[in-house]
C-alpha cells in the first residue's frame, strides 16, 4: 500500500480533519491532501510527527513504499550537499580573508604578488557562491 493511502487511512481512523492534522505538524490542508492523494511526498520531519499523531510506527509508513524511500535518501543527499557547500563557502571566505593580508604585508615577487592579489576576489566570489546556493537548496529543500 502506497504512503499516500496509509496516512488517509489513519486520518480517517483517528477521526481528524486534514486541516486539523495540517495545524498539528504546521503545513497548508492542502499539503496535507497532496500527501493523501499521491501528488506528492511528506518529508522525515512530516513523517515522524504524523507517525505520532497516528500512534504508526514509521516502519508501518514506510514499509514496501520504494518511492518514499528514495525520496528520504534524496533529501538526505541533499541536505548533505547544502552542508558541504556551506563549508566550502566559509573556508574560501577564510581565505580570501587571509590572502588579502599577507598581500598586504608581502613584499615579494610579481607572480606572488599577482597571486595574492587575484586569490582573495576568485576565493570571495567561490565562497559567496556556495553560500547562495546553499541558502536557496536549504530554501527549496524547506518548502517541500
Known amino acids: 500500500m502506497e504512503v499516500g493511502k496509509k496516512l488517509k487511512d489513519a486520518r480517517t481512523q483517528s477521526r481528524m480533519t486534514q486541516e486539523e492534522i495540517a495545524l498539528k505538524i504546521k503545513v497548508s490542508r492542502q499539503t496535507i491532501s497532496n500527501w493523501e492523494n499521491g501528488k506528492s511526498l511528506p518529508d522525515i520531519i512530516s513523517l515522524i510527527h504524523l507517525s505520532d499523531i497516528y500512534e504508526m510506527s514509521l516502519d508501518d509508513l514506510l514499509k514496501g513504499n520504494c518511492e518514499m524511500i528514495d525520496k528520504i535518501e534524496k533529501d538526505t543527499n541533499t541536505v548533505k550537499s547544502i552542508r558541504t557547500m556551506i563549508t566550502i ?9 587571509v590572502f588579502s ?12 604578488q599577482f597571486m595574492t592579489s587575484a586569490s582573495p576576489w576568485v576565493m570571495m566570489g567561490v565562497g559567496i557562491a556556495c553560500l547562495t546556493a ?4 536549504k530554501h527549496k529543500v524547506d518548502n517541500t
Not at 89 to 97: D, F, H, N, Q, S
Not at 101 to 112: Q, R
Open 101 to 112: 593580508l599577507w598581500n598586504s604585508y608581502s613584499g615579494d615577487s610579481s607572480l606572488l
Open 89 to 97: 563557502g566559509w573556508i574560501m571566505l577564510i581565505g580570501a580573508t
Open 134 to 137: 546553499s541558502m536557496a537548496n
